[in-house]
């Protein structure tokens, strides 16, 4: 963490020194850029990138704009920011959709890039917007990828192709021609992880591409990645003229450095960032965050994150409590539900809870018009009612009923959910203790 | 091939890259401004980071002046000795029966590691149990069965999503019963700012503690060479949730240095004890800082 806070102390620092100039002179501009470029290096900004970069701003800032101007401490700052964004391309969340179906994506990249669990995102995204989608197991070489692919797949829903280890363009043709004879309009095809310098690996990924009619090849690209970050997307882009980049793993504390190495080398999009593990933590790229992030100005923005995953904290605690000291309530239960859409599926929380996974949760799936009509009811109870559900007689259930338009019997059915999570969950909290 | 023709040629890309650069930089025998200038931007380039790569210059800077050297090869051989002088030279050496664990971010070859591992015990003699205890990663534990074939060792697996805790309760169960050696325990990739997930590796390292008080312990974090300066803040949080013994430095085999790993052996005095360079089940050996130096230099 030291690095980081480091580089947000420094270019803060630089930044007040530039504030509080009433003018820069030429000398000084240059001084400042250089800290900035020692900044952007320090955020894994490769370092021919970082130099041209700041060459191309020191230019800028040395006009005669900036010396007129009342702060130009300001200036510099805006300038930085804006050709950082500029550099970084515009939001381009789009994939093309091929004349001639389907549309056949291919994923490339480095080993533990995030590949498979990509294919499963945007398999999720895609048949959002309509498509029915096919992965492609064609990563025939690290053990278990298949399978691995199989799963992600099952937890996509979408359609799966593989043939144990057969050729990589074998494999690839017989799932465009299933896709074709089973109604696909897309397919994904997922390949092995190589690194840039195997020509006899990367000669395959051409071969894919020779045989079938790759639409899409994606470049995935570890977002922790440093200086090589230049060298793999040159290699990979040389090799398949990629159409655009992914970001994996940008959940995680990294600057994302690489992210303006990559597109500086290749001019390629990026399309997509990674941003968890499950199949719907897929976002679009937006410059102006990543811009900020690898200056370390983004502070203000990651504090909102921050706060906001202290308060599920908080509330995970004091829900904690509350089930040891039995007094969990309908309030509390409709806080859950509020929680749900942040924090993923009652499941899912419950799965972080030891010894809670082997406890069946299973049928209480909720879908979100669910959790609406069963916040409508609860929001429809009294103050009385919702702390003590024991007062709900059938008179009380049919006034609850009434008031939020549903029937008694889904006002029971809210009730019996809630008994059995507060059952289940007491239980949990017996047994084990809470890792909060 | 011999431990330092692999390790040189897992590193060759990066010595022509790097070392070509750094010879005509000493050759020309100027030390002046622009050649330490020169010098920085290229440890900065291997991934070394600010701090340590203006350290490592000043270190230089001050042999030089005392010894008013002006012989490219001595100033060579004395860059040679401050980067080596940070890598230190510790090996594992761990008592039986002993248990490692195996911890780090997403996708850095944690499970491959535990295979080529697992390997080097077998060829020690050593019996070896692995405890499969990524139970999130789909398919995690059939590509560790892989792996456990290959070395030809015992493998205890659970059901994907089970308890980790519990499946390494049942390898140490197993090793103290049958005797065995060493316990090698996968765990799920986990990015360090997830703290649910970190708490779940205390817990692990917990019962590890409590269920084999009497075996050696000892926790590695692996590193993907190709990651930046990330690679600081991921070690200085793994290591205050289960104090890291040492580092696998995985991925060496293409064109990145991995040289962050001067900057955390700097800083946090951690070393390496592992690279790999392959995905083959012998692509991982012990570390030898002087290998390794003259592979980057």
């Known amino acids: 963490m030291a690095a980081f806070s480091n580089l947000t102390d420094k270019i803060n620092h630089i930044f007040s020194k530039l504030k509080n100039r009433g003018a820069l002179t030429e000398l000084e501009i240059k001084q400042a850029m250089r800290e900035i470029r020692v900044a952007l290096l320090e955020a894994d900004v490769n ?144 390949t092995a992880g190589r690194l840039h310098i195997n020509e006899e690996l990367m000669e395959e990924l051409k071969a894919i591409k020779r045989t079938v009619n790759v639409y899409e090849t994606l470049l995935v690209v570890d977002a922790m990645t440093g200086q090589d970050a230049v060298n793999v997307a040159k290699a990979f882009d040389e090799a398949l003229d990629i159409t655009g980049v992914i970001m994996t793993k940008l959940d995680g504390d990294t600057r994302g450095g690489a992210t303006l190495s990559i597109k500086a080398v290749t001019g390629k999009p990026i399309k997509f960032v990674g941003t968890g593990e499950k199949t719907e933590d897929l976002e679009p790229f937006h410059p102006d965050r990543m811009a900020s992030r690898i200056l370390g100005m983004g502070d203000v923005l990651t504090l909102i994150e921050k706060a906001q995953v202290a308060i599920d904290e908080e509330q995970a605690l004091q829900m904690a409590k509350k089930l040891k000291e039995s007094t969990f309530d309908l309030n509390d239960f409709l806080q859950q539900f509020e929680q749900v859409a942040k924090m993923g599926d009652i499941n899912d929380i419950v799965g972080m809870i030891p010894g809670a996974s082997r406890l069946k949760l299973g049928d209480k799936k909720v879908d979100e018009a669910q959790i609406k009509r069963n916040k409508a009811i609860i929001q429809s109870m009294t103050k009385e009612e919702r702390a003590n559900p024991k007062i709900l007689n059938y008179s009380r259930r049919k006034r609850i009923a009434s008031g939020c338009g549903l029937q008694v019997q889904d006002v029971n059915r809210l009730i019996k959910q809630f008994e059995q999570t507060r059952d289940m969950m007491k239980k949990v909290s017996k047994t084990k203790r809470l890792p909060f | 091939m011999g431990f330092f023709k692999k390790i040189i040629d897992g590193l060759k890309k990066t010595k022509q890259q790097i070392g070509f650069k750094l010879n005509e930089l000493f050759k020309r025998g100027i030390f002046d401004e622009d050649f330490y200038d020169e010098l920085e931007f290229i440890l900065l380039s291997s991934d070394v980071g600010e701090e340590t790569t203006v350290d490592i210059i000043d270190q230089l800077r001050e042999r030089m002046r005392t010894d008013r050297v002006s012989d490219p090869n001595k100033a060579y051989g004395y860059l040679r000795d401050v980067l080596s002088d940070i890598l230190g030279d510790e090996k594992m050496n761990p008592s039986y029966p002993c248990v490692i664990m195996v911890a780090g971010v997403n996708g850095v070859g944690k499970t491959t590691t535990i295979g080529k591992l697992a390997n080097i015990f077998v060829k020690q003699g050593k019996s070896v149990v692995i405890a499969a205890a990524d139970t999130f990663r789909a398919a995690a534990s059939e590509q560790l069965e892989v792996w456990a074939n290959r070395a030809k060792v015992r493998i205890i697996m659970h059901e994907e999503g089970s308890d980790p805790a519990a499946v390494v309760f049942d390898a140490i169960s197993s090793a103290k019963s049958k005797g065995t050696d060493v316990v090698l325990v996968d765990t799920a990739g986990r990015l360090h700012n997830k703290k649910n997930l970190m708490e779940e590796l205390k817990k692990i390292n917990r019962v590890i503690d409590r269920e084999y008080p009497n075996a050696d312990r000892k926790n590695l974090i692996v590193l993907d060479a190709t990651t930046g300066q990330n690679a600081i803040a991921q070690v200085d949080i793994f290591n205050e949730a289960i104090d890291i013994d040492g580092i696998v430095l995985t991925k060496l085999d293409g064109t990145a240095k991995g040289g962050v790993v001067l900057a955390i052996k700097h800083d946090m005095d951690i070393p390496v004890y592992y690279v790999g360079v392959g995905e083959g089940i012998d692509d991982l050996m012990e570390f030898d800082a002087a290998s390794y130096v003259e592979g980057i230099i």
């Open chain 1, 47 to 190: 370092f021919t990138v970082a130099k041209d970069f700041i060459n191309q701003v020191t230019e800028l800032a040395i006009g005669e704009e900036i010396l007129k101007s009342l702060t130009p401490g300001q200036q510099v700052i805006k300038i930085v920011n804006e050709q950082l964004i500029k550099l970084l391309g515009s939001t381009q969340s789009k994939l093309g959709v091929s004349s001639k179906l389907p549309t056949i994506i291919m994923m490339c990249g480095l080993q533990g890039a995030g590949k498979t669990t990509m294919c499963g995102k945007l398999a999720v995204y895609l048949q959002k917007q309509g498509k029915r989608v096919l992965l492609c197991a064609d990563d025939i070489y690290r053990p278990a990828a298949i399978k691995q692919l199989e799963i992600v797949a099952g937890k996509a829903k979408a359609g799966f192709f593989e043939m144990g280890q057969s050729n990589p363009c074998k494999i690839a043709s017989s799932a465009v021609a299933y896709a074709e004879k089973n109604g696909y309009d897309t397919v994904i095809i997922d």
